[in-house]
């Protein structure tokens, strides 16, 4: 856990970022020494400033009572970004762009490009064409997904939020077609009474590469 000290956040909402304080103070009290960076779009600095507020009492104490801590661990630095170029190390650059996510204004996916590899994170959003754009040729996209068939079973109301917010299954076969994934991650997924085989089938109805329907813990090459 020492070794987390950079975190690229899509969107507020709190599936999202409930598990901010987490990741800031559990690895900070086992050992991080280094200073935490977070990126990610407006509002994030005011969020993670409250966050620091709220855990104000717990930093003194594991700072200045009896316990042996790094300082440098409890620094947090996060910046409030726009789409384009946010991140460059010896390692990997991390390009931010604009997603369509209902009725949020500030919503990102990203791109990392690595030396040998170039990976795309969608973050929450329905069918974009700033991803399609911000996704050609990658080797992996990682991309959130619902099931069309499940969506059709409900109510007007979910139907229409569904639509607005996340992608369907085709709409992510043929966007991740045109984008020239090699392979496509299912992840967030909401299969909604369907199950992975048949959310995975909707998928490859348009979309020639290999899927994988993620899950917790695995690693993909």
Wanted: aromatic share 10%; charged share 25%; net charge positive.
């Amino acid at each position: 856990m020492g070794q987390l000290t950079r975190l690229f956040v899509t969107h507020l909402h709190s599936d999202h970022t409930a598990g901010l304080p987490d990741f800031v103070f559990t690895p900070a009290v086992t050992g991080r020494a280094a200073p935490l960076e977070i990126f990610g779009p407006p509002g994030l600095k005011a969020m993670t400033a409250h966050v620091m507020k709220a855990w104000r009492q717990d930093v003194d104490i594991r700072l200045h009572g009896l316990e042996p801590a790094e300082p440098r661990g409890y620094v947090v630095r996060t910046r409030d970004v726009k789409p384009g170029e946010i991140y460059r190390d010896e390692q990997v650059r991390v390009v931010a762009f604009a997603v369509n996510h209902g009725n949020w204004k500030h919503a990102y996916g990203y791109r990392f490009e690595a030396r040998d590899k170039v990976i795309v994170i969608s973050g929450d959003t329905t069918r974009s064409e700033s991803l399609v754009k911000a996704a050609q040729g990658c080797d992996i996209l990682v991309h959130e997904v619902y099931s069309r068939k499940g969506w059709e079973k409900r109510t007007p109301e979910w139907r229409r939020y569904h639509a607005a917010f996340h992608t369907s299954a085709p709409d992510l076969g043929a966007l991740a077609q045109r984008a020239g994934a090699k392979t496509l991650v299912l992840y967030h997924q909401l299969p909604m009474g369907e199950t992975p085989d048949e959310l995975v089938g909707e998928v490859k109805a348009g979309f020639r590469g290999r899927v994988v329907y993620g899950k917790d813990l695995d690693v993909v090459r």
